[in-house]
């Protein structure tokens, strides 16, 4: 019998490249490295080298862009999910699917365990141990960064010692993670909660001051809550949303700067860039707000608060998550047409929208010719609601005391008419 496998999530980056001789070294495994492409530009030939050079038996590059959008981007989009009312969840979005990936490959490579390169500090690790526990209970699950013990210079130590090239990205002083719904930075200067955050830790916006003096319209058309075309132009999710990452960024929308509530219970700074993901969700919201009565929209609203907190603490593949996500799907059925959003200096504006499915019914509103509202029904409308009130009013004596300044004095009259 040949040693265990161990198959992990391998970004390339310094944790996922010393976590290969550590697994092998310290717990005798093989190492399958699994290095996910979620929509980022990079050189995933390269990093496949690196994990064999770090001494992994096999090193796997999965395109996993379109699983990603349509599985957890969609229906999270549909929800309306974005945690603590500015977080888009990219990167707790990716978690799941990351560990349902992680299992997929250790059953084919009949491997008995996985690892990431989380640390003991972060959401990360519980999204993934989260979700590992419940696709696959039998699988051993290592977290080496959490365990080792070693500062990130002791790391590279460690890397240089076994010949393991240092990623460049070591000499910045912030910790990013990104996939195509958005981009995180933490760490250094970051971390003082006063300091404004320094140009050079922006990669996919351009500041508001140098983008383009002009404003730039995009039109977005929806079919039951899901993007399908770009002025005009149908494309599939993941391309349009990489457009739209590019367009918005140019216009420096889609910045967020949120002191964020862990799972783990501690406060932290966080940067996002998130321009596609900004814009999507507002022009969503707002086609929403033309296609569902008033009623939906609020429950739909503690709905999506619901989807944020669980996406963010980890809880994906719970059972809660998927009677949510039918509920917001039903919602949808009617949540087609198109909106217009205008894009200047760092700003996101929705300035227009329509629908074949609208409840909006200009005859109803209109104050001009050809109004429709029957306004000779509103006295009465207004009696019934005011009827409450009225009564506590009376009954309670408010009007010797409409700003609640004083403690009641007298009994209040009990007489009232109804009518
Ligand atoms: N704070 C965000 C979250 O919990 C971003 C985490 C970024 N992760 C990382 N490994 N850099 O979802």
Not at 143 to 168: C, D, F, H, L, T
Not at 309 to 336: E, K, P
């Amino acid at each position: 019998m040949g040693k265990d496998k161990v198959v992990l999530a391998y970004s390339g980056g310094l944790d996922t490249s010393v976590a290969i001789p550590w697994l092998k070294e310290k717990l005798g495994l093989e190492v399958v490295a699994l290095t996910l492409d979620v929509g980022i530009e990079k050189d995933y030939d390269s990093i496949k080298q690196r994990a064999l050079k770090a001494g992994a038996v096999k090193a796997l590059v999965m395109d996993a862009r379109e699983t990603f959008v349509r599985y957890f981007v969609l229906p999270a989009l549909q929800a309306d999910a974005i945690y603590e009312g500015q977080y888009p969840l990219a990167t707790a979005l990716s978690r799941p699917l990351m560990a349902k990936l992680l299992v997929d490959v250790a059953r084919k490579e009949g491997a008995s365990a996985v690892a990431h390169g989380c640390t003991g500090k972060g959401n990360d690790q519980v999204r993934f141990d989260v979700g590992v526990g419940a696709l696959a209970p039998d699988l051993r699950i290592i977290a080496p960064a959490r365990e080792w013990g070693m500062s990130r210079e002791e790391e590279i130590e460690y890397a240089q010692n076994k010949g393991i090239p240092v990623p460049a990205t070591v000499a910045s002083p912030y910790s990013t993670d990104e996939n195509l719904w958005g981009r995180s930075i933490e760490c250094g200067v970051l971390e003082d909660p006063w300091a404004e955050p320094p140009e050079e830790v922006y990669a996919w916006t351009r500041s508001p001051k140098d983008a383009p003096e002009e404003p730039r319209y995009v039109e977005v058309e929806f079919r039951r809550g899901v993007p399908v075309a770009l002025d005009g132009a149908e494309m599939d999710g993941v391309e349009l949303i990489q457009r739209l990452n590019q367009v918005a960024g140019e216009h420096g929308v889609g910045r967020i700067d949120h002191l964020e509530d862990r799972l783990v219970g501690i406060k932290s700074r966080e940067i996002y860039e998130a321009p596609a993901a900004t814009l999507l969700l507002q022009a969503h919201k707002a086609l929403e707000s033309m296609t569902l009565a008033k009623d939906q929209l609020r429950f739909k609203e503690r709905v999506a608060q619901e989807c944020a907190d669980l996406i963010y603490n980890g809880l994906w593949f719970s059972a809660l998550n998927r009677d949510l996500a039918a509920y917001v799907q039903s919602t949808q059925r009617h949540v087609s047409g198109t909106v217009r959003v205008k894009l200047w200096k760092g700003n996101c504006r929705v300035v227009g929208r329509k629908s074949s499915e609208s409840l909006y019914s200009y005859e109803l509103a209109t104050y001009d010719k050809g109004d429709q509202f029957d306004h000779r029904a509103s006295p009465g409308f207004i009696h019934i609601w005011g009827l409450p009130v009225r009564l506590q009013a009376r009954v309670q004596g408010l009007a010797e005391d409409p700003l609640g300044l004083q403690a009641p004095k007298k009994k209040p009259s009990r007489h009232f008419e109804y009518d």
